[in-house]
Nanobody
Framework: QVQLVESGGGLVQAGGSLRLSCAASGRTFSGAAMGWFRQAPGKEREIVAVISASGGSTYYADSVKGRFTISRDNAKSTVYLQMNSLKPEDTAVYYC??????????????????WGQGTQVTVSS
């Protein structure tokens, strides 16, 4: 069984930065792609960024490209999301997720079997 625990959310002013972390338990972390998703009130959950199992490939949604960076430390079973130049429209609950059958980039939620509890990110204008 895999458990994912996010941390690092909070309230920040527009233009500021936050770093989210997601610590995983279980032996599948280093062999699985990891993703960050977000869900704003009244909206569907959307993909933010994905990193391959090795860390050699990444994917970003157009809305965050150039501002967010996803990375991972397989020795620590942790994935990170560095968020810079935050905008009010980045306000959402952010979730990390693990895709146990995929080492490469996958973007659809159906590939992700394990999800964290979510961490709130609020960007004030």
């Amino acid at each position: 069984q895999v458990q994912l625990v996010e941390s690092g959310g909070g309230l920040v002013q527009a233009g500021g930065s936050l770093r989210l972390s997601c610590a995983a338990s279980g032996r599948t972390f280093s062999g699985a792609a990891m993703g960050w998703f977000r869900q704003a009130p009244g909206k569907e959950r959307e993909i933010v960024a994905v990193i391959s199992a090795s860390g050699g490939s990444t994917y970003y949604a157009d809305s965050v490209k150039g501002r967010f960076t996803i990375s991972r430390d397989n020795a620590k079973s942790t994935v990170y999301l560095q968020m810079n130049s935050l905008k009010p429209e980045d306000t959402a609950v952010y979730y990390c997720a693990l895709a146990p059958r995929s080492r490469n980039i996958v973007v659809h939620t159906t590939n992700y079997d394990y999800w964290g509890q979510g961490t709130q990110v609020t960007v004030s204008s």
